[in-house]
C-alpha cells in the first residue's frame, strides 16, 4: 500500500515538474526572440531618410521589365515603404510638412500597384509620375531641413 501511494505520489509531482519546465520554456522562447519590428532601414533623420527611401525607390522604379530580380527588387521596396510610412506617419512634425504628403502620395501609388496587379511591371505614366513626386519630395525635404 505505502508504495503505491509513493509511485502515486511521485507520478503526480514529477508531472507537475514536467509541466512547469515546459511554461517557462515557452515563456522564454517567446520574450527572448527578437521582434520584428525593430528590424529598420529608418534612422530617424527625417531628411536621410526621405533622401535614402527615393534613391532605393528610384532605383525600383527604373529597373527594366524583363529583369530577373523584380520580384525581389518588388518585395524590397514594399518593405521599404511600410517601414517609411510607420516611422513617419504619426510624428505632427514630420506628417504636415509637404515632402510627407508627396512622398505619402508616391508611395501609396508605387505600393498599391505592386500589391493590386504584382505580376505586372509598373505602367510608363506611373513611372513618370513616380520619378517626378520623389525628385519634387527629395527638393522639398532639403529646403525644409
Not at 519590428?37 to 525607390?57: E, F, P, R
Not at 530577373?68 to 521599404?80: F, G, M, T, V
Not at 508611395?107 to 498599391?112: Q, T
Request: hydrophobic share 40%.
Amino acid at each position: 500500500m505505502l508504495l503505491k501511494w509513493t509511485s502515486k505520489l511521485i507520478l503526480k509531482n514529477l508531472i507537475k515538474a514536467i509541466s512547469y519546465s515546459l511554461s517557462l520554456i515557452i515563456v522564454f522562447t517567446l520574450f527572448n526572440s527578437p521582434s520584428i519590428a525593430v528590424k529598420t532601414a529608418m534612422t530617424g533623420d527625417y531628411t536621410q531618410d526621405t533622401i535614402s527611401v527615393v534613391k532605393s525607390l528610384q532605383t525600383a522604379v527604373d529597373t527594366p521589365k524583363d529583369s530577373p530580380n523584380k520580384e525581389e527588387i518588388r518585395s524590397e521596396a514594399l518593405i521599404l515603404i511600410t517601414d517609411y510610412i510607420s516611422r513617419y506617419r504619426n510624428r505632427g512634425m514630420v506628417n504636415k510638412t509637404q515632402s510627407f504628403t508627396t512622398m505619402q502620395t508616391a508611395l501609396n501609388a508605387m505600393a498599391g500597384h505592386y500589391k493590386n496587379f504584382a505580376s505586372r511591371p509598373l505602367p510608363d505614366k506611373l513611372k513618370e509620375r513616380l520619378t517626378k513626386e520623389f525628385s519634387l519630395a527629395e527638393k522639398m525635404v532639403l529646403r525644409e531641413s
